[in-house]
């Protein structure tokens, strides 16, 4: 059974920075892609980021952008989002998925997931 766990969210004022993780088992993590998708009160869950098999190819909502940095150790199974300088806009839940494909490209569309971890709280403070 696969299995994601995300941890690092919290609560930081507007300007700061907070580093989320996601841990993978039950899959081979290092030939998936993986995405970090997001859900603020009321709003639907929309895509912040992602990254492809190998690491090669990363995309980003236009809205994160130059501010939120996703990486990956395959030796560790993790995916990372490195989120700087966050804005009261960005508080919402943050999810962390892994690609149904084999060899994936990143992708932002939330149907090329298959499974989901259970969230991570990030709240800016303004």
């Known amino acids: 059974q696969v299995h994601l766990v995300e941890s690092g969210g919290g609560l930081v004022q507007a300007g700061g920075s907070l580093r989320l993780s996601c841990a993978v088992s039950?899959?081979?993590?290092?030939?998936?892609?993986m995405g970090w998708f997001r859900q603020a009160p009321e709003k639907e869950r929309e895509f912040v980021a992602a990254i492809g098999w190998n690491g090669g190819t990363t995309g980003y909502a236009d809205s994160v952008k130059g501010r939120f940095t996703i990486s990956r150790d395959n030796a560790k199974s993790t995916v990372y989002l490195q989120m700087n300088s966050l804005k009261p806009e960005d508080t919402a839940i943050y999810y962390c998925?892994?690609?149904?494909?084999?060899?994936?490209?990143?992708?932002?569309?939330?149907?090329?997931?298959?499974?989901w971890g259970q969230g991570t709280q990030v709240t800016v403070s303004s």
């Open positions: 998925a892994i690609d149904r494909n084999y060899a994936s490209n990143w992708n932002s569309q939330p149907t090329m997931y298959d499974y």
């Open positions: 039950g899959r081979t993590f290092s030939t998936h892609a």
